[in-house]
């Protein structure tokens, strides 16, 4: 009975690698949604309009950004840590438009606010949002190997989708001066 046990289990494994080798993969089953992510990455890149940002943790880890507001106004302001809780208004859509999210609907924990753990975001978004003080607005492009990846998170939100995110920081909640 053992050995049967064993038997079934390697014939699932090996049938499981077959289907794997000889189906569809992810990376190809998106293909031309994945090269259209990419050449309008590399379009907002050398657009001039976004400022290449590189993660202090990581060399290979880039994300885009634009301020739209007067950063020397800003500059005292508080600048979260990437273990913060930030407060934030945000708007997410994808390259060419499509909406995915956003925290004007919200109305807890208060009106448009979303709060989350910047270590429990993205990578894309952590690198962005280390780099704002309270008070800044900014629109941060984060391509899809610092977003989510090759995995499909929605209808919407398909595998290999750069994010587009309009934010502005609200806060640093319970944030102390000791």
């Not at 038997?7 to 699932?12: D, K, L, R």
């Not at 994300?63 to 273990?83: A, F, Q």
């Not at 606010?113 to 429990?120: C, E, S, Y």
Request: aromatic content about 12%; overall charge negative.
């Amino acid at each position: 009975m053992k050995k049967f046990f064993y038997t079934v289990i390697m014939a699932v494994v090996a049938l499981t690698m077959l289907d794997s080798c000889l189906g569809n993969n992810v990376y190809d089953e998106y293909k031309d949604w994945r090269e259209k992510n990419d050449r309008w990455y590399e379009q907002q890149t050398s657009s001039g309009q976004y400022t290449k940002l590189t993660a202090a943790w990581d060399p290979s880890a880039t994300t885009l950004i634009r301020w739209h507001n007067d950063t020397m106004l800003t500059h005292d302001n508080l600048k979260p840590l990437i273990t913060s809780t930030v407060d934030v208004k945000f708007h997410l859509r994808l390259y060419d438009g499509t909406p995915v999210d956003s925290s004007y609907s919200s109305l807890s924990p208060a009106d448009s606010i979303f709060r989350t753990m910047l270590n429990q975001t993205v990578e894309g978004w952590m690198i962005a949002v280390t780099r704002m003080h309270v008070g800044d607005s900014c629109t941060i492009i984060v391509p899809y190997h610092q977003g989510y990846g090759s995995y499909k998170k929605s209808d919407v939100l398909l595998p290999f989708s750069n994010l587009v995110f309009d934010i502005k920081l609200v806060d640093i909640y319970k944030y102390s001066a000791n």
